[in-house]
Protein backbone atom coordinates (compact mmCIF):
# COMPACT_ATOMS: atom_id res chain seq x y z
CA UNK A 1 0.00 0.00 0.00
CA UNK A 2 1.44 3.32 -1.11
CA UNK A 3 1.33 6.35 1.57
CA UNK A 4 3.26 8.26 3.91
CA UNK A 5 3.52 6.75 7.38
CA UNK A 6 4.21 8.94 10.36
CA UNK A 7 5.58 7.74 13.58
CA UNK A 8 4.51 7.30 16.29
CA UNK A 9 1.11 8.69 16.52
CA UNK A 10 1.37 10.13 19.83
CA UNK A 11 4.72 11.51 21.48
CA UNK A 12 5.80 12.74 25.24
CA UNK A 13 8.48 14.44 25.78
CA UNK A 14 9.66 15.60 28.98
CA UNK A 15 10.80 19.65 28.87
CA UNK A 16 14.79 19.35 28.30
CA UNK A 17 14.76 16.42 25.85
CA UNK A 18 15.29 16.15 21.92
CA UNK A 19 12.46 14.28 19.97
CA UNK A 20 12.71 12.69 16.71
CA UNK A 21 9.59 12.59 14.75
CA UNK A 22 9.58 10.09 11.94
CA UNK A 23 8.37 9.95 8.38
CA UNK A 24 8.15 7.72 5.58
CA UNK A 25 6.91 7.88 2.11
CA UNK A 26 7.21 4.97 -0.43
CA UNK A 27 5.51 7.34 -2.91
CA UNK A 28 8.98 7.64 -4.44
CA UNK A 29 8.26 11.60 -4.18
CA UNK A 30 11.27 13.81 -4.69
CA UNK A 31 9.81 16.39 -2.24
CA UNK A 32 8.84 16.44 1.57
CA UNK A 33 7.69 18.65 4.27
CA UNK A 34 7.26 19.16 7.64
CA UNK A 35 4.04 21.33 8.70
CA UNK A 36 3.35 22.31 13.09
CA UNK A 37 -0.54 22.74 13.29
CA UNK A 38 -1.57 24.40 16.39
CA UNK A 39 -5.46 23.91 17.26
CA UNK A 40 -7.96 26.44 15.29
CA UNK A 41 -4.59 27.01 13.22
CA UNK A 42 -3.58 26.40 9.76
CA UNK A 43 -0.45 24.41 8.60
CA UNK A 44 2.88 26.37 9.19
CA UNK A 45 6.07 25.24 6.96
CA UNK A 46 8.53 24.00 9.64
CA UNK A 47 11.27 22.31 6.83
CA UNK A 48 11.08 21.29 3.47
CA UNK A 49 13.34 18.85 0.83
CA UNK A 50 13.60 18.96 -2.40
CA UNK A 51 15.97 16.67 -3.27
CA UNK A 52 17.89 14.21 -1.13
CA UNK A 53 21.12 15.52 0.73
CA UNK A 54 19.38 19.18 0.29
CA UNK A 55 16.64 21.34 3.04
CA UNK A 56 15.76 24.42 3.54
CA UNK A 57 14.28 25.89 6.68
CA UNK A 58 10.51 26.84 6.12
CA UNK A 59 9.01 29.50 7.80
CA UNK A 60 9.18 28.17 11.36
CA UNK A 61 12.32 26.53 11.59
CA UNK A 62 14.39 27.74 15.03
CA UNK A 63 14.20 24.66 17.37
CA UNK A 64 13.83 22.26 14.71
CA UNK A 65 16.09 20.27 12.81
CA UNK A 66 15.73 17.65 10.11
CA UNK A 67 17.73 15.23 7.79
CA UNK A 68 17.68 13.59 4.12
CA UNK A 69 20.10 11.02 3.80
CA UNK A 70 17.59 8.65 2.20
CA UNK A 71 14.72 9.45 -0.56
CA UNK A 72 11.91 7.93 1.67
CA UNK A 73 12.17 9.49 4.88
CA UNK A 74 12.16 12.82 6.51
CA UNK A 75 12.83 12.90 10.30
CA UNK A 76 12.44 15.66 12.17
CA UNK A 77 13.76 16.90 15.43
CA UNK A 78 12.44 18.55 18.13
CA UNK A 79 15.05 20.35 20.01
CA UNK A 80 15.05 21.91 23.62
CA UNK A 81 15.39 24.98 21.92
CA UNK A 82 11.93 24.71 20.85
CA UNK A 83 9.71 26.38 23.41
CA UNK A 84 6.60 25.77 22.80
CA UNK A 85 6.86 22.61 20.90
CA UNK A 86 2.90 20.86 22.04
CA UNK A 87 1.03 20.94 18.89
CA UNK A 88 0.26 18.21 16.24
CA UNK A 89 3.30 17.73 13.16
CA UNK A 90 2.35 16.80 9.72
CA UNK A 91 4.81 15.26 7.07
CA UNK A 92 3.98 15.92 3.40
CA UNK A 93 5.48 14.29 0.35
CA UNK A 94 4.48 15.46 -3.70
CA UNK A 95 6.34 14.82 -6.73
CA UNK A 96 8.41 18.00 -8.07
CA UNK A 97 5.50 21.27 -8.20
CA UNK A 98 2.44 18.72 -7.36
CA UNK A 99 -0.03 18.49 -5.05
CA UNK A 100 1.27 17.71 -1.17
CA UNK A 101 0.21 14.13 -0.16
CA UNK A 102 -0.03 13.99 3.95
CA UNK A 103 0.60 11.00 6.71
CA UNK A 104 -2.04 11.53 9.78
CA UNK A 105 0.67 13.04 12.16
CA UNK A 106 1.91 12.82 15.41
CA UNK A 107 0.67 14.83 18.15
CA UNK A 108 3.55 16.09 20.50
CA UNK A 109 3.07 17.02 24.27
CA UNK A 110 5.04 17.96 26.76
CA UNK A 111 5.07 16.45 30.52
CA UNK B 1 4.85 36.37 4.22
CA UNK B 2 1.88 35.41 1.88
CA UNK B 3 -1.49 35.05 3.95
CA UNK B 4 -4.79 33.54 3.00
CA UNK B 5 -8.06 34.20 4.63
CA UNK B 6 -11.03 31.66 4.78
CA UNK B 7 -14.36 32.22 5.48
CA UNK B 8 -16.26 31.49 6.93
CA UNK B 9 -14.26 30.42 10.46
CA UNK B 10 -17.16 27.74 11.15
CA UNK B 11 -20.65 26.92 9.86
CA UNK B 12 -23.46 25.02 11.43
CA UNK B 13 -25.58 23.15 8.37
CA UNK B 14 -28.35 20.44 8.39
CA UNK B 15 -27.85 17.56 6.46
CA UNK B 16 -29.14 17.85 3.05
CA UNK B 17 -28.30 21.17 2.64
CA UNK B 18 -25.52 23.00 0.40
CA UNK B 19 -22.42 24.71 1.71
CA UNK B 20 -20.20 27.51 0.28
CA UNK B 21 -16.56 28.31 1.34
CA UNK B 22 -14.22 30.78 0.26
CA UNK B 23 -10.24 31.69 0.46
CA UNK B 24 -8.72 34.78 -0.82
CA UNK B 25 -5.24 36.01 -0.83
CA UNK B 26 -3.44 39.83 -1.19
CA UNK B 27 -1.56 38.01 -3.78
CA UNK B 28 -1.46 36.52 -7.10
CA UNK B 29 -1.53 32.42 -7.18
CA UNK B 30 -1.43 30.14 -9.93
CA UNK B 31 -2.30 27.11 -8.22
CA UNK B 32 -5.28 25.75 -5.88
CA UNK B 33 -5.53 23.27 -3.74
CA UNK B 34 -8.49 22.36 -1.39
CA UNK B 35 -7.93 19.92 1.21
CA UNK B 36 -10.02 18.03 4.22
CA UNK B 37 -9.16 16.92 7.40
CA UNK B 38 -10.42 14.78 9.73
CA UNK B 39 -10.15 15.25 13.64
CA UNK B 40 -6.65 13.58 14.41
CA UNK B 41 -5.43 12.59 11.34
CA UNK B 42 -3.97 14.58 7.87
CA UNK B 43 -5.30 16.42 5.42
CA UNK B 44 -6.59 14.74 2.43
CA UNK B 45 -6.67 16.68 -1.46
CA UNK B 46 -10.27 16.91 -2.57
CA UNK B 47 -9.49 18.95 -5.59
CA UNK B 48 -6.47 20.97 -7.53
CA UNK B 49 -6.83 23.76 -10.43
CA UNK B 50 -4.17 25.08 -11.86
CA UNK B 51 -5.85 27.60 -14.45
CA UNK B 52 -7.58 31.03 -13.75
CA UNK B 53 -11.58 30.11 -14.11
CA UNK B 54 -11.49 26.85 -13.79
CA UNK B 55 -14.12 24.64 -12.14
CA UNK B 56 -13.34 21.63 -11.55
CA UNK B 57 -15.88 18.51 -9.19
CA UNK B 58 -15.13 15.66 -7.28
CA UNK B 59 -18.02 13.68 -6.59
CA UNK B 60 -20.44 16.38 -4.71
CA UNK B 61 -17.67 19.20 -3.93
CA UNK B 62 -17.24 21.64 -6.91
CA UNK B 63 -13.98 24.08 -6.25
CA UNK B 64 -13.21 27.07 -8.70
CA UNK B 65 -10.04 28.96 -9.48
CA UNK B 66 -11.22 32.74 -9.15
CA UNK B 67 -10.75 35.24 -11.76
CA UNK B 68 -8.54 37.56 -10.74
CA UNK B 69 -5.95 34.65 -9.57
CA UNK B 70 -6.77 35.91 -5.51
CA UNK B 71 -9.53 33.49 -4.81
CA UNK B 72 -10.81 30.48 -4.87
CA UNK B 73 -14.36 28.92 -3.94
CA UNK B 74 -15.36 25.66 -2.39
CA UNK B 75 -19.21 24.30 -2.94
CA UNK B 76 -20.56 21.23 -1.24
CA UNK B 77 -23.76 19.78 -2.67
CA UNK B 78 -26.58 17.88 -0.34
CA UNK B 79 -24.14 17.57 2.60
CA UNK B 80 -23.85 14.30 4.63
CA UNK B 81 -23.00 13.88 8.18
CA UNK B 82 -19.24 12.38 6.99
CA UNK B 83 -18.49 15.81 5.45
CA UNK B 84 -18.15 16.88 8.93
CA UNK B 85 -14.06 17.90 9.22
CA UNK B 86 -11.72 20.97 8.81
CA UNK B 87 -11.27 22.47 4.95
CA UNK B 88 -8.24 23.39 4.37
CA UNK B 89 -7.17 25.95 0.88
CA UNK B 90 -4.02 26.10 0.21
CA UNK B 91 -2.00 28.76 -2.77
CA UNK B 92 0.94 28.69 -4.52
CA UNK B 93 2.79 31.56 -6.31
CA UNK B 94 5.52 29.65 -7.72
CA UNK B 95 3.53 26.73 -9.50
CA UNK B 96 3.64 24.43 -6.92
CA UNK B 97 6.86 24.35 -5.65
CA UNK B 98 5.61 25.48 -2.20
CA UNK B 99 2.05 26.01 -0.75
CA UNK B 100 0.73 28.63 1.77
CA UNK B 101 -2.07 27.08 3.99
CA UNK B 102 -5.05 28.98 4.91
CA UNK B 103 -6.39 28.66 8.88
CA UNK B 104 -9.67 26.60 7.57
CA UNK B 105 -13.16 26.27 7.29
CA UNK B 106 -14.40 24.41 9.88
CA UNK B 107 -18.19 22.49 9.17
CA UNK B 108 -20.38 20.93 11.31
CA UNK B 109 -23.69 18.96 9.72
CA UNK B 110 -26.46 18.71 11.91
CA UNK B 111 -28.71 15.50 11.22
Known amino acids: DGGITQSPKYLFRKEGQNVTLSCEQN?????MYWYRQDPGQGLRLIYY???????QKGDIAEGYSVSREKKESFPLTVTSAQKNPTAFYLC??????????FGDGTRLSIL | GQQLNQSPQSMFIQEGEDVSMNCTSSSIFNTWLWYKQDPGEGPVLLIA?????ELTSNGRLTAQFGITRKDSFLNISASIPSDVGIYFC???????????FGPGTRLSVLP
Open chain 1, 27 to 31: LNHDA
Open chain 2, 90 to 100: AGSDNYGQNFV
Open chain 1, 49 to 55: SQIVNDF
Open chain 1, 92 to 101: ASSDRNQPQH
Open chain 2, 49 to 53: LYKAG
